[in-house]
């Protein structure tokens, strides 16, 4: 409740929250009435998910809203297709330097 409050009360700012599972998403975006959810169940590609997001900020920026809240399941940034080819370039480089003999940074 706090973030949805601030979000209204600032008028500028946008708060995007990773929820859990699509069940928990639905749930907070019911109980707490957010600007845009996303989930799973909805099969979106990257691009299509942003497309549907740049509408929804345009729509409430030319009505005088300038600020909201972004609700993202979980198994949606798991899921998106975009995702997994970027798992896979990442497995790859790791593999490219573990046999050039180079380990990975640490944090």
């Known amino acids: 409740g706090n973030?949805?409050?601030?979000?209204?009360s600032s008028k500028k700012y946008w708060h995007f929250i990773r929820c859990g599972e699509d069940a928990l998403t639905i749930e907070v975006a019911l109980r707490t009435r957010c600007t845009f959810s996303v989930r799973k169940a909805?099969?979106?590609s990257l691009k299509e998910t942003v497309r549907r997001l740049?509408?929804?900020t345009e729509r409430r920026y030319a009505s005088g809203h300038h600020s909201g809240v972004v609700l993202l399941s979980r198994e949606l940034i798991e899921s998106l297709p975009e995702m997994e080819t970027l798992r896979d370039e990442l497995a790859a480089i790791l593999r490219a330097n573990s046999a050039a003999g180079l380990r990975p940074l640490s944090r």
């Open 3 to 8: 973030i949805f409050t601030d979000a209204r």
């Open 42 to 44: 909805e099969a979106m």
């Open 54 to 56: 740049e509408e929804v």
